[in-house]
């Protein structure tokens, strides 16, 4: 089940992804929003990166204007790792080496056939584990110290 959330700078965008995800038979948890208008990012951002840091979604999409605000939101939710991506290497580098559960993607910033291709890449490519389990490690402990 992949989670999905946009704001109105990436309700256009999630439309194109939500219609990609259901022709793949790809369960999809919808967060909204569902008309083009005008929401803070963070109301969406934030329970897309509970559902996938609870374990209720494996992954999730978070379409804003830019990513970026959804990005710094959802990875305030402990467990979350979320990474804006405009092209390939980036979308696949960031599940082989970070494990990154959550992708942000700028729906004023890529087309959708572009998008679409990060989307695959990003569901479809699995985390390398190694030696970057070490360097989540400490991530994980950040984020518990922090507290
Ligand atoms: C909304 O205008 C815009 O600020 C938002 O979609 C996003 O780009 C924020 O990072």
Redesign the pocket.
Known sequence: MIALGC????FALMAEIKKHLQEKNISIRDFGVDRPV?VD?PDVAVPVARAVAKGECEKGILV?????????AANKVTGVRAAVCSDGFSAKYTRLHNDANILCL???VVGPGLALALVDLFLQTEFEGGRHTARLDKIRELEQSDR
């Open positions: 704001d109105h700078g990436g005008a990012y804003c204007g830019t990513g970026i605000g959804m990005c710094i700028g729906g004023r």
